[in-house]
């Protein structure tokens, strides 16, 4: 099992939609959580960066994790066609190591 | 806001020849850089991580002697693909950090064909 599983998708949305996108983790020691936006043929951006568990929002996009279930999410309102793009989830057990990555969610948002 | 910048975003050399690809980081001093390998729907993979004069550190695996990186200057990385083969085809992202986060910018990533 990898530490880190990531449904690649391709996940394919009508515009306006709320989009869910998911990694689930198995190390225990994870308590920084990361989401990155890549598009093609770019290197990654960072979106959302969290500490342990909870909730952040920013604009249009919230990162949820929750812990207890090795469950990390990221819910993107009212999507727009340029949100299209591969979504990379990313952890590691303190903000001095190295993130361990997902394989990315591509996701497709459509007019 | 941070900024690295990677160059060549895209190389098609011979096989059998090297390749150089460079990260710079263009507002703030880079203490470390990290190079990264991606294929095709599939994660980033560390390849070695690089403090500014000193050797880098290479990930299990990872060819140390066809993959040379030079950090000479706090704000340039450079990972050089010695005797580059077919199968070193894939995407190559440099990060870079100023500090102790370990989850900073990237630069644009370099297409590396080898035929």
């Known amino acids: 099992q990898k530490e880190v599983e990531q449904d690649p998708g391709p996940l394919s949305v009508p515009e306006g939609a709320i989009v869910s996108l998911n990694c689930t983790y198995s190390?225990?020691?994870?308590?920084?959580f990361m989401w990155y936006r890549q598009y093609s043929r770019k290197g990654p951006e960072l979106l959302m960066y969290?500490?342990?568990?909870g909730n952040k929002e920013d604009g249009r996009f919230t990162a949820q994790v929750d812990k207890s279930s090795k469950y990390i999410s990221l819910f993107i309102r009212d999507s727009q066609p340029s949100d299209s793009a591969t979504y990379l989830c990313a952890m590691s057990a303190g903000g001095s190591y190295i993130p361990t990555f997902g394989r990315g969610t591509s996701l497709i948002v459509h007019p | 806001g941070a900024v690295v910048s990677q160059h060549p975003s895209r190389v098609i050399c011979k096989s059998g020849t090297s390749v150089k690809i460079e990260c710079r980081s263009l507002d703030f001093q880079a203490t470390t850089m990290f190079w990264y390998r991606q294929f095709p729907k599939q994660s980033l993979m560390l390849m070695a991580t690089?403090?500014?004069?000193?050797?880098?550190?290479?990930e299990q695996g990872v060819e140390k002697d066809k993959f040379l990186i030079n950090h000479a200057s706090l704000t340039l990385s450079t990972l050089t693909v010695t005797s580059a083969h077919p199968e070193d085809s894939s995407f190559y992202i440099c990060?870079?950090?100023?500090?102790?986060?370990?989850?900073?910018?990237f630069g644009s990533g370099t297409r590396l064909t080898v035929v």
């Open positions: 969290t500490y342990s568990s």
């Open positions: 690089s403090n500014e004069g000193s050797k880098a550190t290479y």
């Open positions: 990060s870079a950090t100023s500090g102790q986060a370990r989850y900073d910018t």
């Open positions: 190390n225990s020691a994870f308590q920084y």
